[in-house]
């Protein structure tokens, strides 16, 4: 599986913009994928995820909650998180990645070792 994340930018505080991440793979609807951030100097942070076809079901860290959304097209094998009110404290590099294993409890969708495979990373940074 090839995870291709994109839509990264420059964005004021209070903006938006919209992440996409594009799989390969016959099977994507049965992945969850989620999303994480790594701002300098940091350890890389659980932002969200969406569970795999048949649920749907999004989960987000309390810091985002309301004001980013997760969402997937399976036609598509694609998976978008829309980052709404964006704050400086934001910024950070965006990855995706792809659990194709079973399903897992939510506490464990939060730690890196859930996932199998992830992508590239994009650079999100809001500043004035």
């Known amino acids: 599986v090839q995870l291709q994340a994109s839509g990264g930018g420059l964005v004021q505080p209070g903006g938006s913009l919209r992440l996409s991440c594009a799989a390969s793979g016959r099977t994507f609807s049965s992945y969850d994928m989620g999303w994480f951030r790594q701002a300098p100097g940091k350890e890389r942070e659980w932002v969200g995820f969406?569970?795999?076809?048949?649920?749907?079901?999004?989960y987000y860290t309390h810091s985002v909650k309301g004001r980013f959304t997760i969402s997937r097209d399976n036609a598509k094998n694609t998976v978008y998180l829309q980052m709404n009110s964006l704050k400086p404290e934001d910024t950070a590099v965006y990855y995706c990645a792809a659990r194709t294993r079973g399903r897992t409890i939510l506490s464990a969708m939060q730690e890196n070792s859930a996932y199998d495979y992830w992508g590239q990373g994009t650079q999100v940074t809001v500043s004035s």
């Open positions: 969406i569970r795999r076809i048949g649920e749907g079901t999004t």
